[in-house]
């Protein structure tokens, strides 16, 4: 069974698609502590993961998702930078110049 | 020949599956059978996995390989939903391994009681996620609409353009957090029980503007919560709202997140 018979299998029961699936399978469940060989994910691993996940599942271009720039690893202060496009945005919409005063060089 | 190990999908009444159901259905390793064990009237669905492939070293590594991670996560999915169809199930995290047979019935044995628990509480039920996404481009021409309507047009000082723009922001965070919880409250009516998730990560959405992400149990197939989203598309059409349905899926949301070894 390819993967790609798997994704398009899921995409077809679940206009949701595969970033559905993944939120659920890889963070819902019951996780059983104690006498178990593996009990994984840990969150943070888990984060990780998915973004490896989403990299390469060449589907990121097809759900819109630009990795590189969401990426807060080789982006800086992703959070922020979304706080800041937000704010542009309303500020643009209210006809307002976006004041440039805590940018660094303006 | 490297030994096998029992990987655990899921819990189901004993009984209540018939084995034909799985006939067809691989695991996560294409090479064996689907099999129920059955222990203190439960039934595991397993899947033997090869312990060189799931060893805690081995796993790390095939982890690291997203290919690997993505087809097992929709196996594993794949397999529940199959089990889904016909009777309730109670869903594991992925890659639940057990050494052993009887290490699994001994967890099961153990569990007996919390297990028959959580089965009764999401009894005859599914899970349905409800999505919404909100325009912000629409959203916010309307709050500016009625922002410029409440000044006079000559504000140009610096004062008065912040105090807009903090209004600005001010409504929308409201408006969005008051509709966000006025859908979850009409969904929530329709369902057993309700949860209200954050949004996933950026890498897993593929719309922005989303402001419910929502988990509901509800009884067979759903209709009547079904019907509520159908009639909060139409309410809130103006505002650029939209409202996606994904499922039936096991019950995600409806477990414990743990459960002890005894």
């Not at chain 1, 982006?75 to 307002?96: S, V």
């Amino acid at each position: 069974v390819s993967s790609r018979d798997l994704m398009a299998r899921g995409q077809a029961s679940h206009p949701g698609q595969l970033s559905d699936v993944l939120e659920r399978v890889l963070d819902k469940g019951i996780v059983v502590a104690g006498d178990i060989q593996i009990n994984l994910l840990d969150i943070e691993l888990l984060t990780v993961r998915v973004r490896l996940l989403i990299a390469s599942a060449d589907k990121a271009r097809e759900m819109g998702i630009d990795w590189w720039e969401s990426d807060p690893f080789l982006r800086g202060h992703r959070d922020r930078d979304g706080l800041d496009q937000r704010l542009r945005r309303l500020e643009e919409r209210a006809g307002l110049e976006p004041d440039d005063d805590d940018g660094p060089a303006g | 020949v490297s030994a096998l190990a029992p990987y655990l999908y899921g819990v189901v009444r004993a009984g209540s599956l018939p084995p034909a159901t799985l006939d067809g259905t691989r695991g996560v390793d294409p090479s064996h059978e689907l099999r129920l064990v059955e222990e203190a009237g439960l039934a595991a669905i397993v899947g033997d996995v090869s312990r060189d492939d799931f060893g805690e070293e081995a796993l790390r590594s095939r982890l690291a390989d997203p290919t690997w991670l993505e087809r097992t996560a929709l196996v594993h999915e794949e397999v529940l939903e199959r089990a889904l169809a016909a009777t309730t199930v109670v869903p594991f995290r992925i890659c639940t391994v057990y050494r052993t047979d009887d290490d699994l019935r001994a967890f099961m044995a153990g569990s007996a009681e919390q297990l028959a628990a959580v089965l009764r509480r999401v009894d005859g039920a599914v899970e349905l996620g409800v999505k919404a996404y909100l325009d912000d481009e629409r959203l916010c021409a309307m709050l500016v609409g009625a922002a410029a309507a409440a000044t006079d047009g000559s504000g140009r000082d610096y004062l008065l353009q912040r105090a807009r723009e903090r209004r600005l922001e001010h409504d929308r965070a409201r408006f969005v957090a008051d509709c966000a919880a006025a859908i979850h409250d009409r969904l929530s009516a329709e369902a057993a029980d309700a949860v209200r998730n954050p949004p996933p990560p950026h890498e897993l959405s593929h719309r922005d503007g989303m402001i419910l992400n929502g988990a509901y149990l509800v009884p067979g197939e759903g209709g009547a919560l079904r019907a509520a989203v159908t009639a909060l598309r139409r309410h809130y059409a103006h505002l650029g709202l939209d409202l996606e349905v994904t499922g039936p899926w096991p019950p995600f949301n409806f477990v414990p997140r743990e459960l002890s070894a005894p």
